[in-house]
């Protein structure tokens, strides 16, 4: 694949996306990206319009009427603007508002039949598009998504990383599994990386930390949700950060000396280090649930040995001869 750079970084800089996780009012979005402009350093907003959201009854985005706001932002801040794109009103309605950059989320990259509506509606567009990592660690999938915006005849396409689904305990919202996107970069050494800070941590606290090693992994830029009253958002509330706070993140963050001139070594090292961390987090994890379940299997004997409740339940075998599943009327 002949993919190109969707990002200039002059010495080296990381490419800086940021702005709320939905447009919800016209106040809201401006608000945002007139403070955001005035940090002098952002390179792309960010907004989603409609918004996939994993339960019905939550907030499902503003709609059309949002881009408008968007071309407003870059009418009077001249900020970039990039939105999410999950099907082919959402493409034709994007590119008439003048959105600059696409994206693709991870409930989309998931689903080929949705990236390849994306991608046959992006036919004959010149538009560079991000695609999301999918919600789950499947580097094919990623890849493939990859590749049908690509067949699609678009070339300026880059990756976001903003960690996996995971069931049980973790301090993550989407747990990172670094190993996944550098085995990705490994294999298109073209492709700009992200990180998603916001959506890898789901919270405030750790979103330094998670950008940081982003950065030390050689990651092309951060994308952070930006609101201006986050505990009032729409949708994810607790990860996003006032542009104050974003600021005072761009100031801590480093870019470091790497301490051998081999990239693949230095990136190894990291990709180690960091599975370490992965897996001792799970492990500490499992060996709570153990403990939890050791303490159930105690309780459950003493209760069911004792003479006044014996279990009684048994077990009938299914027989061929057993009445069939009927669909109901
Ligand atoms: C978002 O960027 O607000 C979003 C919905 O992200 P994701 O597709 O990563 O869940
Ligand atoms: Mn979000």
Redesign the pocket.
């Known amino acids: 694949m002949n993919i190109q750079p969707i990002f200039d970084r002059p010495n080296n800089r990381p490419v800086l996306i940021a702005g709320p996780?939905?447009a919800e009012t016209e106040e809201q979005v401006l608000q945002t990206a007139r403070e955001l402009a005035q940090l002098g350093y952002v390179d792309l907003f960010r907004a989603?319009i409609w918004k996939p959201r994993t339960r019905p009854g939550e907030f499902e985005g503003i709609g059309t009427v949002g881009l408008g706001w968007l071309r407003k932002v870059k009418e009077e801040t001249g900020m970039k603007t990039t939105t999410e794109v999950a099907n082919t009103q959402h493409v034709f309605e994007a590119l008439k508002y003048g959105i600059d950059v696409l994206w693709l989320g991870a409930r989309t990259t998931v689903n080929p039949f949705s990236v390849q509506e994306v991608a046959d509606a992006l036919k004959g567009v010149d538009i560079p598009v991000i695609v999301k990592n999918p919600v789950n660690p499947d580097l094919k999938l990623w890849l493939g998504a990859v590749e049908r915006i690509y067949n699609a005849g678009i070339r300026r396409i880059a990756v976001i990383h903003r960690g996996f689904s995971h069931h049980g305990e973790t301090s993550y919202r989407n747990v990172p599994r670094w190993q996944i996107p550098i085995e990705l970069r490994r294999l298109f050494p073209d492709l700009q990386i992200i990180c998603d800070n916001?959506?890898i941590c789901g919270r405030r606290d750790t979103l330094l930390d998670i950008a940081q090693r982003a950065l030390d992994l050689n990651y092309d830029g951060l994308m952070t949700?930006v609101h201006p009253r986050p505990d009032e958002a729409w949708?994810?509330a607790a990860?996003q950060i006032t542009p104050a706070q974003y600021g005072d993140l761009v100031s801590h963050l480093k870019l470091r000396q790497l301490s051998s001139d081999d990239p693949e070594y230095v990136h190894n090292l990291e990709h180690l280090r960091h599975e370490i961390d992965e897996i001792d987090e799970e492990l500490l994890n499992l060996l709570g649930r153990r403990m939890q379940l050791a303490e159930g299997i105690g309780r459950y004997k003493n209760a069911t040995t004792s003479p006044s409740s014996k279990p009684t339940a048994g077990r009938r075998s299914w027989t061929a001869a057993s009445p069939k599943a009927r669909i109901k009327a």
């Open positions: 996780c939905s989603g916001s959506h949700e949708s994810d990860q």
